[in-house]
């Protein structure tokens, strides 16, 4: 059984940073992908970053290219997001999700989902 386990979250003020973990656990994962999503309310789920265990190939989302960095710890089944320079629409919740193969940005060929963990971004 697959379980990812975020944590991280928290208030912040704009231009600050913080760093999201997913640790995961339950499966041998040099053959899958770890993403980030976010969810603001109202809004759709979108894509943030993604990383390649195996290869370490990684997909940035618009939004998050210069701001964000995503990398793994292969002995902690832990992927992190660091985020910096955060923007009040940044203001969501954080789920991290996995699945087989390659890197992808569509939420929905991710298999597994986290139980999300929220961000807020005050002006």
């Known amino acids: 059984q697959v379980q990812l386990v975020e944590s991280g979250g928290g208030l912040v003020q704009a231009g600050g940073s913080l760093r999201l973990s997913c640790a995961a656990s339950?499966?041998?994962?040099?053959?899958?992908?770890l993403g980030w999503f976010r969810q603001a309310p109202g809004k759709e789920r979108e894509f943030v970053a993604a990383v390649r265990w195996s290869t370490g190939s990684i997909l940035y989302a618009d939004s998050a290219k210069g701001r964000f960095t995503i990398s793994r710890d292969n002995a902690k089944n832990t992927v992190y997001l660091q985020m910096n320079s955060l923007k009040p629409e940044d203001t969501a919740v954080y789920y991290c999700a996995v699945k087989e193969g390659a890197v992808l940005s569509t939420a929905n060929r991710y298999d597994y989902w986290g139980q999300g963990t929220q961000v807020t971004v005050s002006s």
């Open positions: 339950g499966r041998t994962f040099s053959r899958y992908t």
